[in-house]
Nanobody, 123 residues
Framework: QVRLIESGGGLVQAGGSLRLSCATS????????MGWFRQAPEKGREFVAG????????QYADSVKGRFTISRDNAKNTVYLQMRSLKPEDTAVYYC????????????????WGQGTQVTVSS
């Protein structure tokens, strides 16, 4: 069983920055594709950013391109989402997700999910 624990959320003013962390119980991150998703109140869950198992392929939602950066630290078994130039519409619960895979590209579906961390951006 893979465990994911997100942290780093909080309240920030528009234009500010936050860095979310996703601590994993995974020994070898390079065997897993990683993703960040978010869900705003009364809205469905949406893809934010994804990282292939090798780290060679990265995708972002159009709404966050140029502002968010996904990365990972294999030594710490942790994945990050650096968020800059935050907007009120970025307000949501952010979830980290992962799945073990042999495919080296960004995936749409994941088997394991964290509990989420709240990000609130005030105007």
């Amino acid at each position: 069983q893979v465990r994911l624990i997100e942290s780093g959320g909080g309240l920030v003013q528009a234009g500010g920055s936050l860095r979310l962390s996703c601590a994993t119980s995974i020994r070898t991150l390079s065997n897993y594709a990683m993703g960040w998703f978010r869900q705003a109140p009364e809205k469905g869950r949406e893809f934010v950013a994804g990282l292939s198992r090798s780290g060679s392929y990265i995708q972002y939602a159009d709404s966050v391109k140029g502002r968010f950066t996904i990365s990972r630290d294999n030594a710490k078994n942790t994945v990050y989402l650096q968020m800059r130039s935050l907007k009120p519409e970025d307000t949501a619960v952010y979830y980290c997700a992962t799945t073990r895979t042999n495919r080296d590209y960004v995936l749409a579906d994941y088997d394991y999910w964290g509990q989420g961390t709240q990000v609130t951006v005030s105007s």
